[in-house]
């Protein structure tokens, strides 16, 4: 069993930057996958940005390449995620998910185990 929670979202005027952390608990962290996901009002889940579970291999949404970045450090069961250069756009609930078999599913909900209970990002324009 692993339990998750996020914290660092806020209001951001675009252009700005925020860092949301992911605190895991439970067994074995480190063998587990983490994903970064968000969902706007009235819109499905989506896939924001993937990490392996020793950090070498990173994935991410075409809408965020460039702007955010997914990191981890397994030593203080954390994941994160830097996003930089926000935009209205961006505004959603974001979710942190651990999967420990998702393959090359990285970037589906269904694959993943355990949720976090998601922080608002919010990004004025």
């Known amino acids: 069993q692993v339990q998750l929670v996020e914290s660092g979202g806020g209001l951001v005027q675009a252009g700005g930057s925020l860092r949301l952390s992911c605190v895991a608990s439970?067994?074995?962290?480190?063998?587990?996958?983490m994903g970064w996901f968000r969902q706007a009002p009235g819109k499905e889940r989506e896939f924001v940005a993937h990490i392996t579970w020793s950090g070498g291999l990173t994935n991410y949404a075409d809408s965020v390449k460039g702007r955010f970045t997914i990191s981890r450090d397994n030593a203080k069961n954390t994941v994160y995620l830097q996003m930089n250069s926000l935009k209205p756009e961006d505004t959603a609930v974001y979710y942190c998910?651990?999967?420990?078999?998702?393959?090359?599913?990285?970037?589906?909900?269904?694959?993943?185990?355990?949720w976090g209970q998601g922080t608002q990002v919010t990004v004025s324009s």
């Open positions: 439970g067994r074995a962290f480190s063998r587990y996958s």
């Open positions: 998910a651990a999967g420990m078999n998702i393959g090359t599913y990285w970037y589906s909900p269904r694959v993943y185990d355990y």
